[in-house]
């Protein structure tokens, strides 16, 4: 495993393997994801292709990333907002 510095400059670690990280939601386009490296930003959409299906199986074997809450209302049923 190694290190990656972000743009306020902390360290986190990298894996060796990527992960993916999937938003459950009816709405998304409310969500924006921030890459905090980079500085990338991306607008949530519709997922209308083949790769929704991969998704799909990846969340049902557990082999996706988790999401962690950094602020924001703490009722639990707003991660399906």
Same mark, same amino acid.
């Given at each position: 495993m190694s290190k990656r510095i972000l743009k306020d400059g902390s #360290?986190?670690?990298a894996f060796d393997n990527p992960v993916?990280?999937?938003i459950h939601t009816k709405c998304p386009? %409310?969500? =924006?994801l921030v890459d905090m490296e980079t500085g990338e930003e991306y607008l949530g959409s519709e997922i209308i292709? #083949?790769?929704a299906e991969?998704?799909?199986s990846k969340?049902?074997?557990g082999?996706?990333?988790t999401w962690v %809450?950094? =602020?924001g209302k703490s009722n639990l049923t707003d991660k399906f907002d």
């Open positions: #360290e986190v670690d993916d990280l999937i386009e %409310k969500w =924006k292709t #083949e790769f991969v998704l799909r969340v049902s074997t082999a996706i990333g %809450k950094t =602020k």
